[in-house]
């Protein structure tokens, strides 16, 4: 048993095996009286990150009620503005076949009306007073011809392209192949033969083709006789149909060179005129030429 002085001068006894201390403490300890060192701080389990300063954000200004109704007023009279804008280059731009019709007064009855080629124009006059109702006219092209039909203008002119006009629009184009050479040299005379109210033909040396009215649908074609050629300048209707001169060799006999055409293609016996069902004649049904044979010429 070991026995050791305590710091206040008591005597303190000391467990067995354990050797008493100098009388200043422990070896190596601070004197009692001496300043306590400052603590080393414990790391923390939560590590704080620095936070990084944020780069400064603006906000747009919000627009205020009535900068917003001052934009849209903006944009609704540009909107206004460019309408009639848009209008004129919409008249000023080229028509694909160069086409130029000029309204001058309204046309209320088109049975008053007469046209005429007029220089490189096709008009349509009022036939009591002269008044100028319409003007028709194409770019670098001039008229042959011009045919009044359902109070319409049915012009040819020397390209070879044939038009309907009603005096507001042009309605329809067609173009007749491998006829301009041939209309500059020899003219429009008898091309354009109406056939009936609602049907147009138009003869050609080579062919005559049918052009619908109202729309401007071709409904049949007659080419030539091998060796023949239709003469449109030598035409007459008789009884509904229209007579042509197809003139051919001098040893063609000359009931070949006279064909009979109407609004249903050439007149032939028994013939199956296209868009009906029931070809006339058959059936007993009473066909709407019956002496078709004696329109060309009469029996011997």
Known sequence: MAVSQGPKGEAVVLPPGKAAEPAGGALGDAPADAAPRPRAPRPSPFRLRARRPHPLRLRAPQPYPHRRGAGLLGALLCALLAVPLLAAAHEARRAPFGDRLSAYTR????????????????????????????????????????????????????????????????????ALPAAAGWLRAQGGTGVLRPLGRDMLAVVTPSRVTAYRVADGDLRWVLPARQGCAFAPARAVRHSGALLLAQPCAPSAAWTAQLVAVDALGRITPRRRPL??????????????????????APPR
């Open 275 to 296: 868009g009906d069902a029931v070809p006339p004649g058959r059936h007993g049904a009473p066909t709407e030429h019956p002496s078709a044979e004696k329109v060309v």
């Open 107 to 174: 046309v209320v009855d088109e049975r008053a009306v007469r046209t005429r080629v007029h220089g490189a124009a096709v008009e349509a006059r009022d036939a009591r007073s002269g008044a100028l109702r319409w003007r028709h006219t194409r770019d670098g092209r001039r008229p042959l011809a011009v045919l009044h039909a359902r109070g319409e203008a049915i012009a040819l002119w020397d390209d070879g392209l044939v038009t309907d006009t009603d005096g507001r629009r042009v309605r329809w184009h067609r």
